[in-house]
């Protein structure tokens, strides 16, 4: 009989012990899971805060169009945007003023590079019956981009004599400018590196007509995401049709 009762209160240990094992188990696995969510919630709320501070500023920054400084009294200043709207206008494409408008991008983004890659595109509707309508099949062919700048970092692992271990990583940030055709491999894009952070802003790009006032309706997008070290053979990279215009190392 007591041999019975000891193994009964040994079988009563174990089952208490399974259960104690049990919730530290769970709480452990809520804990980290809890700490991992609210840091991915930091960085994209700082993420988001930032790519819609930055659309703000590179929309509102001003430039010289005489080449002198800005603080300069001979500089003639104007908004930036409205040399965008200014060269659109003349053949629907932004070349003239493309590089003044990268310039102030890369300033703008220059405080966060170390922390994200980045792309700025405009994107301009040609139907907007097409683009609003989901079982329109031209509903990618709905819009072109005259403007589309990223930014990325790639790293290189540096290996020391044996081959075996690394010794540093170096890094080489890279620019281009892309010339995408549709909308899909976009939203592809944006899926593959994960975005953080992005702000979209409505424009509006008056055009010069004889006949009657027009314009074309589009947006501006800058999305953010944390640097991925991809290679320019990824297909979804290789989709934007990108050009490489600057590295630095």
Known sequence: MAGIKGQAAVTDALFF????????????????????????????????????????????????RNDYDLLEPEAEVDFLVAALKEDYASDKKIDYFRMEFTSAVDSVMRPARNSFDYFILIRIETSRTASL????????????????????????????????????????DKNYFCEVTNQSDIDKFIVFVGAQGQAVSPISFPLISDNERSADEGSVQLVLWNSQNFTEEEETFVALTCTLTQQET
């Open 17 to 64: 012990l399974v259960i104690v094992m049990g919730l530290v188990s769970f709480l452990f696995f809520f804990t980290s899971q809890y700490g991992k969510t609210v840091g991915d919630y930091a960085v994209s709320s700082y993420a988001s805060d930032y790519a819609t501070s930055a659309l703000k500023t590179v929309l509102y920054s001003s430039f010289s």
């Open 133 to 172: 309508d989901p079982n329109n099949p031209n509903r990618q062919q709905a819009y072109v981009f005259p403007y589309f700048y990223l930014s990325r970092k790639e790293f290189t692992s540096v290996y020391d004599s044996t081959g075996v271990f690394v010794e540093s990583v170096e890094v080489t």
